[in-house]
């Protein structure tokens, strides 16, 4: 397939860099090509696409998701802008839900976020486990997850249930859950934060999981100031997600660090909290990327054009920044080299915008501005 005519092209290759009046060619699921229109290889036999001087950029790459779970927390949501607060004992409203919907239930709205997602550019996506807290329901959850997306995380420690107390919750996620779980992810998470996991009982769970041979990433430093950033680092985790209540300190040690600063705007939209100051941490050196964090308490969005245009406004990112960190920052934040740019030998993921420059997305907030999506190589939709 030949993308043609491209009026701006971003590659997130520091070679290729930024391409104006450029082509793309993929052969299969991967791109051969990317570069100026006139420098095409010869040979190239297949489908064209005429992108009519409009933006291709690389797909977006959805790095923190909790996406297997039942019902919604619309009512919960109104309250919330009338008034009151945010904290995690929401999540026990889902965790009843979750734990009385059918694998089919869970599977249908999983395969219902996830195209919606692709709808508005997503091409890559992780989600959690985490509304189960019962050996049984969160296996069955990275169960249904698991074939449709390779990135998911095994998120037993994202409240203690009610019917437990919190030693003895600890004690069943680092042991019998881990092992149900552990087989069917790659990452292992803790929500580290007052009211659901302390640092001692976050650095428990998480050694447990590396044993195991899962890979690290912490819900730190979200609604304030803890010990999960520190933790992340320590553990040379693949990434500390929300990162807004933060030392210098914190940034320090995640600057010398390949544990990247997920940032999660939607979730500060939905609670009226202070959003992280991307600036500060990209200045320091700080991997940022950007996520949609879609759950059904705090964050309900999949779209990460609306998180990219909040990050610009709010949190201040360039445009250039805020698309870099939604592509291929999230595929550093999910250690992929095969996602989140557009280079030869890269997946063929990327996304035809219905403007001449990706600053629109900033520029034109809430307007769906993705024309097409091309998902390994296909025409997604």
């Not at 149900?180 to 990452?187: D, E, K, N, S, V």
């Amino acid at each position: 397939m030949l993308i043609d005519n491209i009026g701006t092209l971003v590659t997130n290759d520091p070679e290729i860099g930024t391409v104006q009046g450029a082509a793309l060619v993929f052969d299969g699921a991967f791109v051969t090509y990317a570069g100026p229109k006139g420098s095409v290889p010869e040979g190239v036999d297949g489908e064209r696409v005429d992108a009519a001087g409009r933006a291709v950029i690389p797909g977006f790459v959805d790095s923190h998701g909790h996406l297997v779970f039942a019902g919604d927390r619309a009512e919960e949501f109104a309250a919330r802008m009338e008034g009151r607060p945010y904290t995690a004992g929401g999540i026990k409203t889902t965790v009843k839900a979750t734990r009385e919907a059918s694998d089919e239930q869970l599977g249908g709205n999983l395969d219902r976020l996830i195209n919606e997602a692709l709808r508005s550019g997503t091409t890559t996506v992780e989600t959690k486990s985490g509304y189960g807290l019962t050996v049984p329901d969160e296996r069955r959850s990275l169960e249904i997850a698991t074939p449709r997306t390779p990135e998911t995380t095994f998120l037993g420690a994202h409240v203690v249930p009610p019917e437990y107390d919190a030693d003895a919750y600890v004690d069943l996620v680092k042991g019998e859950m881990l092992d149900a779980c552990a087989p069917h992810a790659r990452w292992i998470d803790v929500f580290c934060e007052k009211g659901a996991f302390d640092g001692d009982q976050t650095r428990a769970i998480l050694e447990a999981g590396i044993k195991k041979g899962l890979t690290p990433r912490v819900h730190a430093n979200q609604l304030g100031h803890g010990p999960g950033v520190q933790l992340a680092v320590e553990l040379h985790a693949a990434s500390a997600d929300h990162v807004t209540h933060v030392t210098d300190d914190d940034i320090d040690a995640l600057a010398n660090s390949d544990t990247v600063a997920t940032l999660l705007p939607g979730a500060e939209f939905s609670t009226r909290a202070r959003y992280p100051d991307a600036r500060r941490l990209i200045d320091a050196g700080v991997t940022v990327a950007l996520a949609a964090d879609c759950n059904p308490g705090s964050s309900y969005t999949t779209n990460l054009p609306f998180c990219i245009a909040i990050a610009v406004r709010e949190m201040g990112m360039t445009t250039d920044e805020a698309v870099w960190a939604a592509t291929k920052g999230g595929a550093l934040a999910l250690r992929r080299s095969d996602v989140g740019h557009l280079a030869p030998g890269a997946r063929a993921d990327a996304i035809l915008l219905d403007a001449g420059s990706h600053i629109h997305l900033a520029y034109r907030p809430g307007v769906p501005l993705v024309a097409a999506v091309f998902r390994g190589g296909v025409r997604a939709g």
